[in-house]
């Protein structure tokens, strides 16, 4: 299929401005700014069905509505974070397609109001952020940013944001926090962003790869847009391949095609020898999947959508599914996945900065071979005692790997414990 997102890969050099423009670049942009009404706009997104690609699955168009129109300014932040380990999207998408996707931020801008837009990214994206303000400069030059665009009253300015490097600034408060110059942690909530966002202002908070879809919605329509994926996740997907797999990469599909697809299709399946173990759909914050015997072919015939994902026990999260093969057991995989989660927890609350340090000591005690059952009993109650605790997400993302392995994969534990 021709992609939709990752258009470089049907055209060259789709990252200069002069070959966007030749193919349909920032038409899109104008014909909303010229011709549709913000509320047009925001009933097309939520006619689409456009979910979240940031890992949630929220409607975006739903989001853009919460915005009331009594407080102003508005504000457009794009989430460039792209922190999840195993979610590389993103930056293909900027480093390769910008100019869809800074077209899209434009349009989102438009849809609710905002004069300014910001796209944050993690710090070590300084390369990428340094084009992207090139890719801006020219915008600016050919008229696609600043003072009464095309003729009409809307004037719009973007601008990009540095994080200084840490996972928690994905999360939207803790990078609305940041780009006010302030810690990256989170907020408490109520009030959400939409009514008190960036500057204390009603904000829209999306994902890169969100936005890159908005260009393709105004020019094909709802209906267009809906020819793929499925009823309730339409749409097609990037989905962020890696791990014990033939051939690892970003790989741009309809919603609704099923791992076997993804894994022994285009990922071409496990190297020589190597048996398929588990999956993690959903980067390092996964439930683990298990594939047995048993479980494989209905794994395998999953299809990866937003509802499907869930019949197996997972979620599908920013979709960075990482393929586990029978060398790697499951105390290794959540030693590695605490190990994250500890060093990234940001402190505020105490139930992710005590637990993720427990979590670390008692899954390294298990793994070094010198843990007890009681360990893993301990490690699954602290597990237990930090879910749905926490001041935001990162806690609850920190348990689902630990908690389904010990309970999909109890072998692995036994054969680590001493009596
Ligand atoms: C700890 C944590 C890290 C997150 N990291 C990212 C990220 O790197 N990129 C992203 O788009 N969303 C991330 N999110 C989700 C955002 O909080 C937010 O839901 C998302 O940016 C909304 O955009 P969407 O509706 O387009 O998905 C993270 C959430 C949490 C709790």
């Not at 303000?133 to 665009?149: N, P, S, T, V």
């Not at 076997?260 to 020589?272: D, S, T």
């Amino acid at each position: 299929m021709t992609h939709l997102l990752f258009r470089h890969r049907d055209i060259p050099e789709i990252n200069k401005l002069q070959v966007y423009q030749k193919n349909g670049g920032f038409a899109n942009f104008k014909k909303a700014v010229t011709s549709l009404q913000p509320k047009q706009i925001v009933d097309e997104v939520k006619a689409s069905g456009l979910r979240g690609r940031g890992g949630a699955g929220f409607p975006t168009g739903v989001k853009w509505s919460f915005l009331p129109d009594t407080i102003w300014p508005h504000y457009v932040v794009c989430n460039a974070d792209e922190s999840e380990p195993g979610t590389f999207k993103d930056r293909e998408i900027m480093e390769s397609n910008p100019f869809q996707f800074l077209e899209g931020v434009a349009i989102a801008c438009y849809a609710v109001g905002a004069n300014e837009g910001y796209v944050y990214l993690r710090g070590e994206f300084f390369e990428v952020a340094k084009f992207l303000d090139q890719c801006i400069a020219e915008m600016e030059k050919a008229g696609y940013l600043g003072d009464r665009l095309f003729g009409t009253e809307y004037s719009l300015r973007l601008k990009t944001h540095l994080g200084a490097g840490a996972y928690i600034c994905g999360e939207e408060t803790a990078l609305l926090e940041s780009i006010e110059g302030k810690r990256g942690q989170p907020r408490l909530r109520p009030p959400f962003p939409a009514v008190v966002g960036l500057y204390g202002k009603p904000t829209v908070i999306n994902n890169v790869e969100t936005l890159t879809n908005l260009p393709y919605i105004i020019e094909h329509g709802a209906a267009g847009y809906r020819q793929f994926g499925t009823e309730k996740s339409p749409g097609v997907k990037i989905f962020s391949l890696s791990g014990n797999v033939n051939k690892p990469g970003n790989y741009e599909l309809p919603l609704g095609a099923t791992f076997r697809e993804l894994i022994f299709g285009l990922g071409g399946g496990l190297p020589e020898g190597r048996k398929l173990r588990a999956i993690m759909p959903a980067g390092a914050s996964s439930s683990i999947i298990r594939v047995d015997n048993a479980s494989f072919e209905r794994v395998m015939d999953t299809p990866m959508d937003y509802e499907n994902v869930q019949n197996v026990g997972s979620l599908l999260g920013s979709a960075s599914v990482i393929v586990i093969d029978d060398s790697h057991p499951m105390d290794w995989v959540i030693n590695k996945t605490i190990h994250f989660f500890k060093h990234e927890s940001c402190g505020k609350c105490t139930p992710c900065r005590d637990g993720n340090y427990w979590m670390q000591h008692l899954t390294e005690r298990i793994h070094e071979g010198h843990a007890t059952e009681k360990d893993v009993v301990l490690l699954k109650s602290v597990a237990g005692q930090m879910l749905g605790k926490c001041l935001c997400a990162l806690g609850d993302f920190s348990t689902m790997a630990v908690t389904t392995a010990i309970e999909r994969f109890p072998e692995d534990f036994e054969k680590k414990v001493k009596a």
